[in-house]
């Protein structure tokens, strides 16, 4: 090499890199930023270029970096200094390589190196149609058992009378007057006899005391802005003001001056009102996501009130109806809070697998402990009026429908943490993923169940507050069918609950995984050959392409 030869060469840096210009340009598929020489620059004697496989040429003499944004390829031109063949290197953090030979002479390699980091779907497109296979069919089953099952409203029905089977009208107390309890008495004497029972003395009390006489307006239906009187008795819990709204019950076979009656105070206001703050409140700290919350729920009510209820009152199986109501609304309430995708639809699997378990074990324990279904006055009013409901089959179905809201909870906690745990170690095996999730869900199981055990028992406090005065042993309380029945409820409801959590741990880690070996453990590879050095200059052959 000549004298002139190695003042050129000095001014490449005598290592063939020279200090490197900047060039920004847009590629295909985002920002493509080059480090090499400007394009007009000739490299000197002894530099032949080095070509890699790719599609936007990127000059660069001795190494050349290409960052491209996006899952694409990159053309490095290099030149090595010396004799002998060099070897142009190619890397796609995608897992493409691409190897170029040097025509020229020169010992070194130009390499080129190329980042893709487009977003990476953990899940590959076999698994996909794996979940569609199974989630369709399910889809289009609960769509035809919809369709099959709908109701064209509630039966008619004679009314009763009785509960909550009455006719009733809005009203507006509008005076209220101090009379004496005697002169208002049917009889107008005072009661006599025992007054050391608190029977005896109660109606002594009530009979010698001050009543409270409320004059009350009806404000609907067809007796608009007629008037009656209520006595309200000195001890009696409820007691009437000037002004406040009720909820008078209307019964036409009585005398005229008896059909009416104030049977409830109207709360409606308050009730809106509350329901209300709870909307904001879901709105302000859920945003985008609490809105589908709320429409989700809306939907929820709107299957439940259009075709369970009505379905069962038709005569349809409570069991049957129950299952594909709630099939439609955990399909309706997952997705449109969590989205299309992948993760939903594990927590979908895990919801329905949990929700059939569910249904096994109570439908065999309800048989086995001869639960009927007809424990209190509210169902024995509704067997009394459609004596061909099963009963038992509706236990049974407020057992699977009261397991679906905690079963949702506790599916898309477990799917999420996994997914999570995924993206933060993308290296991770299923065996991992699934042991560190089910720590997570240990933690969940310990607050759910006892919110679970609790909710139910404080439904139930006043029936345990009676046994609790009776004296029962705990034993006796427990074998009544009316508290078998809630503890029944209780643990197959929690079973269920606890074996969501293993067996959606298990499919989320089944599926984050098995795409393990594909675009970002690919990446992950790359980026350690990277902070290496990168493959050895000299190799040469074609790479390797994975397929995905």
């Given at each position: 090499?000549?004298?002139?030869?190695?003042?050129?060469?000095?001014?490449?840096?005598?290592?063939?890199?020279?200090?490197?210009?900047?060039?920004?340009?847009?590629?295909?598929?985002?920002?493509?930023?080059?480090?090499?020489?400007?394009?007009?620059?000739?490299?000197?004697?002894?530099?032949?270029?080095?070509?890699?496989?790719?599609?936007?040429?990127?000059?660069?003499?001795?190494?050349?970096?290409?960052?491209?944004?996006?899952?694409?390829?990159?053309?490095?031109?290099?030149?090595?200094?010396?004799?002998?063949?060099?070897?142009?290197?190619?890397?796609?953090?995608?897992?493409?390589?691409?190897?170029?030979?040097?025509?020229?002479?020169?010992?070194?390699?130009?390499?080129?190196?190329?980042?893709?980091?487009?977003?990476?779907?953990?899940?590959?497109?076999?698994?996909?149609?794996?979940?569609?296979?199974?989630?369709?069919?399910?889809?289009?089953?609960?769509?035809?058992?919809?369709?099959?099952?709908?109701?064209?409203?509630?039966?008619?029905?004679?009314?009763?009378?009785?509960?909550?089977?009455?006719?009733?009208?809005?009203?507006?107390?509008?005076?209220?007057?101090?009379?004496?309890?005697?002169?208002?008495?049917?009889?107008?004497?005072?009661?006599?006899?025992?007054?050391?029972?608190?029977?005896?003395?109660?109606?002594?009390?009530?009979?010698?005391?001050?009543?409270?006489?409320?004059?009350?307006?009806?404000?609907?239906?067809?007796?608009?802005?007629?008037?009656?009187?209520?006595?309200?008795?000195?001890?009696?819990?409820?007691?009437?003001?000037?002004?406040?709204?009720?909820?008078?019950?209307?019964?036409?076979?009585?005398?005229?001056?008896?059909?009416?009656?104030?049977?409830?105070?109207?709360?409606?206001?308050?009730?809106?009102?509350?329901?209300?703050?709870?909307?904001?409140?879901?709105?302000?700290?859920?945003?985008?996501?609490?809105?589908?919350?709320?429409?989700?729920?809306?939907?929820?009510?709107?299957?439940?009130?259009?075709?369970?209820?009505?379905?069962?009152?038709?005569?349809?199986n409570p069991l049957l109806v129950a299952v594909v109501g709630a099939s439609a609304i955990m399909l309706i309430a997952l997705y449109m809070c969590?989205?299309?995708?992948?993760?939903?639809?594990?927590?979908?699997?895990?919801?329905?697998?949990?929700?059939?378990?569910?249904?096994?074990?109570?439908?065999?324990?309800?048989?086995?402990?001869?639960?009927?279904?007809?424990?209190?006055?509210?169902?024995?009013?509704?067997?009394?009026?459609?004596?061909?409901?099963?009963?038992?089959?509706?236990?049974?179905?407020?057992?699977?429908?009261?397991?679906?809201?905690?079963?949702?909870?506790?599916?898309?906690?477990?799917?999420?943490?996994?997914?999570?745990?995924?993206?933060?170690?993308?290296?991770?095996?299923?065996?991992?993923?699934?042991?560190?999730?089910?720590?997570?869900?240990?933690?969940?199981?310990?607050?759910?169940?006892?919110?679970?055990?609790?909710?139910?028992?404080?439904?139930?406090?006043?029936?345990?507050?009676?046994?609790?005065?009776?004296?029962?042993?705990?034993?006796?309380?427990?074998?009544?069918?009316?508290?078998?029945?809630?503890?029944?409820?209780?643990?197959?409801?929690?079973?269920?609950?606890?074996?969501?959590?293993?067996?959606?741990?298990?499919?989320?880690?089944?599926?984050?995984?098995?795409?393990?070996?594909?675009?970002?453990?690919?990446?992950?590879?790359?980026?350690?050959?990277?902070?290496?050095?990168?493959?050895?200059?000299?190799?040469?052959?074609?790479?390797?392409?994975?397929?995905?």
């Open positions: 090499m000549g004298a002139a030869d190695r003042q050129s060469a000095e001014d490449w840096n005598g290592v063939g890199n020279r200090p490197r210009s900047t060039g920004d340009r847009t590629g295909e598929y985002g920002h493509d930023h080059a480090y090499g020489h400007p394009p007009e620059s000739v490299p000197p004697p002894g530099y032949g270029p080095d070509v890699g496989v790719g599609r936007s040429p990127s000059p660069a003499i001795g190494h050349g970096h290409s960052a491209v944004m996006g899952d694409g390829h990159a053309r490095v031109t290099g030149a090595g200094l010396g004799h002998g063949p060099g070897g142009g290197h190619d890397h796609d953090h995608g897992g493409d390589h691409g190897h170029g030979l040097d025509p020229g002479s020169g010992s070194g390699g130009g390499h080129g190196h190329t980042h893709s980091h487009g977003p990476a779907a953990p899940v590959s497109k076999h698994l996909r149609k794996v979940i569609a296979a199974i989630l369709i069919p399910f889809t289009a089953a609960v769509v035809v058992g919809l369709a099959v099952l709908w109701p064209g409203g509630a039966p008619p029905h004679a009314r009763t009378g009785v509960g909550f089977d009455r006719q009733t009208q809005q009203a507006t107390v509008t005076k209220v007057a101090s009379v004496s309890c005697k002169a208002v008495n049917a009889s107008g004497e005072t009661p006599t006899g025992d007054t050391s029972t608190a029977e005896g003395s109660s109606a002594q009390q009530e009979a010698s005391g001050t009543c409270k006489k409320a004059t009350i307006r009806v404000d609907t239906g067809k007796d608009k802005g007629r008037t009656f009187t209520e006595i309200v008795q000195p001890d009696q819990s409820r007691q009437l003001h000037e002004g406040e709204k009720v909820v008078a019950a209307y019964e036409p076979s009585a005398p005229k001056d008896l059909q009416y009656s104030v049977t409830d105070v109207n709360r409606k206001f308050p009730m809106v009102l509350l329901a209300g703050i709870f909307a904001i409140a879901v709105v302000v700290v859920g945003r985008m996501r609490g809105v589908m919350a709320l429409v989700a729920l809306a939907v929820s009510f709107m299957v439940l009130t259009f075709f369970i209820l009505p379905a069962i009152l038709q005569g349809s969590h989205g299309l995708s992948a993760r939903t639809s594990v927590a979908v699997l895990g919801t329905l697998l949990s929700l059939v378990l569910i249904g096994l074990l109570g439908s065999g324990f309800i048989d086995w402990a001869a639960l009927t279904g007809n424990t209190d006055d509210s169902t024995g009013l509704i067997h009394g009026l459609y004596p061909s409901i099963d009963m038992s089959g509706l236990l049974l179905a407020g057992v699977i429908i009261g397991s679906l809201g905690v079963l949702d909870d506790v599916t898309v906690t477990q799917t999420s943490a996994v997914w999570e745990l995924h993206e933060a170690n993308p290296s991770m095996g299923w065996r991992g993923l699934y042991r560190a999730g089910i720590r997570i869900g240990r933690d969940h199981i310990a607050s759910v169940v006892n919110t679970l055990v609790l909710a139910y028992a404080g439904a139930a406090l006043p029936l345990l507050l009676l046994f609790s005065i009776a004296q029962s042993s705990v034993g006796t309380v427990a074998n009544s069918e009316l508290v078998a029945e809630e503890i029944v409820r209780t643990l197959v409801g929690s079973i269920g609950l606890v074996a969501s959590v293993p067996v959606t741990t298990a499919l989320a880690a089944l599926v984050v995984s098995a795409d393990r070996s594909g675009p970002q453990a690919a990446t992950a590879t790359a980026g350690a050959e990277a902070a290496s050095g990168g493959p050895a200059a000299g190799r040469s052959g074609r790479g390797r392409r994975r397929k995905r």
